[in-house]
């Protein structure tokens, strides 16, 4: 096998060299660009999901846009008690017959996403520019890491 690696935004990607070829394509300014996947078209999924009971950003108000952001923040928060309630994290409680069960983790970060997806969808943030975001958060931890951060 032909391994190789590249950095894209932050993230180093190795593996077999054909596979790497088909996910990247072009090359504008040496900077490789990722071809759309099926991930951005999950996430364009779910904002029209959404926009069917969410009024469009350019039609609701400042508080109208506020309050839809509140409601999916305190549903990410539940989400995130339910995944909570999936670990054995109380300090009192016998956890020796305890079973990971990694699909009801998998529902609940799936869940999580959906709301954090929503609210990127109500605030009009395309999934190029939020996927983006998190590459470039991502390129700064990895600085961090290697400055012994």
């Not at 909570?84 to 409680?93: F, G, R």
């Not at 395309?126 to 975001?133: H, K, L, T």
Request: net charge negative; aromatic share 12%.
């Amino acid at each position: 096998m032909n391994n190789k690696t590249v950095k894209y935004k932050g993230l180093k990607i190795t593996g077999d060299a054909n596979k790497i070829d088909e996910l990247l394509y072009g090359k504008e300014n040496n900077e490789f660009k990722v071809k759309e996947s099926e991930v951005f078209d999950i996430v364009r999924d779910l904002y029209k999901f959404n926009s069917r009971f969410i009024p469009a950003r350019k039609d609701m108000t400042i508080a109208e846009t506020t309050q839809w952001i509140k409601q999916f923040i305190i549903c990410i928060h539940d989400e995130l008690s339910e995944l909570l309630e999936e670990l054995p994290w109380k300090h009192w409680k016998d956890y020796s017959d305890y079973k990971m069960n990694l699909n009801n983790i998998k529902g609940e970060i799936a869940d999580i996403l959906i709301f954090t997806f929503g609210i990127c969808g109500i605030l009009d943030i395309s999934p190029e520019e939020i996927f983006a975001e998190i590459a470039k958060k991502n390129e700064v931890n990895n600085e961090r890491q290697e400055r012994g951060y």
